[in-house]
């Protein structure tokens, strides 16, 4: 078998092939067929685990090769010539960045990278022949010399902020009750939309007589409350949108869009489970999916004057609301970009817990308050003076 023979995962020992275990079980084990948007995702996977495998081999001393390692042909090398995954070690896995920026263009520098790493953190924690994750020991070892990080950051997208007021007016101009929650959460939390298509009626605590299904244990204690999760999958039956976060959790909900859910929850039929979609296509009754917000979004962009063309940052699409979310919190909790994120901006827009585990491990009615405190109003009825 061939190290990137990707395709005959069920024959891989995982105390063996850990990477492609991980594979396996994260990318494959719940593919929905013909799921376009899964089968992109596990394409781009494994391009970049075979890029690794490439430098891997590269690295034993006992193959030559004619090319630079970036150019091996992955499928002619054995298992037995590459160095296992699981004896990476943290100097190597250093010397790996540093080809990886010297060699790739920044954005491909930061997909493989991330890839690789989310596979390591999984087989930490999953796999017995992996102690450790050499990657995380690297990253600790610049963050404590304050060295500038390996790799090169792409172009960011640094679209215009709009100001409360004018937030306030878009806010505004949806009328359908459903729109204006989705609205409501998108610039709240700063979340995906890919968050917001997988949220279950599970995922909401309402405190209110009609809201009485059974909520996901992570929200019993936690009235008003939402929570996104990371095992909502686009690979799960019912489900049409990829959900990038790898991280849980919990946020409090607000009296404007706790009036905005229960007004919404008057015209969509109730749900049969707990775990029905929130949000649904009006006519079929079937998931909301991302593209379908997007496409919804894109509309009142354009009706609005706020769309400026393809790919241009400043139109207000479901994303834009992200960054939006991010700027307002940053200015509430202190800190701006040159100063990096606050620890609870990053928790409300689900970014990695490896930096703030203190945050994600432990929600109090502390930090639900200052969230509370923090959070934008649009509606008449909740803006202050």
């Known amino acids: 078998m061939s190290a990137g023979d990707g395709d005959y995962l069920d024959t891989f020992d995982p105390d063996g092939d850990v990477l492609w275990f991980w594979y396996q079980r994260w990318h494959c084990n719940a593919n929905t067929k013909d799921n376009q948007s899964t089968e992109g995702t596990k394409t781009t996977v494994r391009i970049a685990l075979n890029r690794f495998e490439r430098f891997l081999a590269a690295q034993n001393s006992d193959q030559t090769y004619d090319c630079h ?9 054995s298992y037995d010539d590459i160095v296992p995954p699981r004896e990476v070690t943290p100097t190597l896995a250093e010397q790996f960045l540093i080809e990886l920026q010297q060699t790739f263009a920044a954005k491909t520098q930061q997909n493989t990278y991330a890839i690789v ?23 600790k070892k610049h963050k404590e010399k304050n060295n500038d990080w390996i790799l090169n950051t792409p172009d960011v997208r640094n679209p215009y902020i709009i100001s409360i007021p004018e937030a306030r007016e878009v806010v505004r101009s949806w009328k359908h009750p459903m729109w204006l929650a989705i609205q409501l959460l998108l610039a709240k939390y700063g979340r995906r939309v890919g968050g917001i298509s997988n949220l279950d009626f599970e995922n909401v605590h309402i405190d209110h ?41 919990v946020y409090p909900i607000d009296s404007e869009l706790k009036d905005a859910l229960l007004l919404y929850l008057t015209v ?36 609005l004057g706020y769309w400026y063309g393809a790919n241009d940052d400043d139109n207000l699409n479901p994303h834009y609301w992200r960054h939006w979310a991010t700027s307002w919190y940053q200015s509430q909790f202190g800190g701006d970009e040159s ?19 203190g945050i994600y491990d432990s ?3 502390d930090k639900r ?15 202050e003076g």
């Open 363 to 365: 929600y109090t009615e």
């Open 117 to 139: 790493k989310q596979a390591y953190e999984w087989c930490e924690d999953s796999v017995e022949s992996v102690e450790a994750d050499p990657f995380a020991v690297v990253e």
């Open 268 to 303: 969509r039929p109730q749900p049969d489970s707990p775990t029905d979609p929130l949000f649904i296509k009006q006519s079929k009754g079937e998931r909301l999916s991302g593209s379908n917000i997007g496409g919804k979004f894109r509309e009142r962009a354009e009706e």
């Open 369 to 383: 308050d200052t969230i509370l405190d923090a959070m934008p109003t649009f509606l008449e009825p909740y803006v």
């Open 339 to 357: 100063q990096g994120r606050t620890a609870l901006t990053k928790y409300l827009r689900g970014d990695s817990k490896q930096d703030i585990i």
């Open 69 to 77: 390692w970036s150019n091996i042909d992955i499928n002619t090398v």
């Open 209 to 249: 007589p009609g809201c009485d299904w059974t909520v996901h244990p992570d929200l019993r204690q936690w009235p008003d409350h939402i929570s996104f999760r990371a095992d909502k999958r686009a690979s799960e039956e019912s489900r049409n949108t990829g959900n990038k976060t790898k991280t849980n959790a």
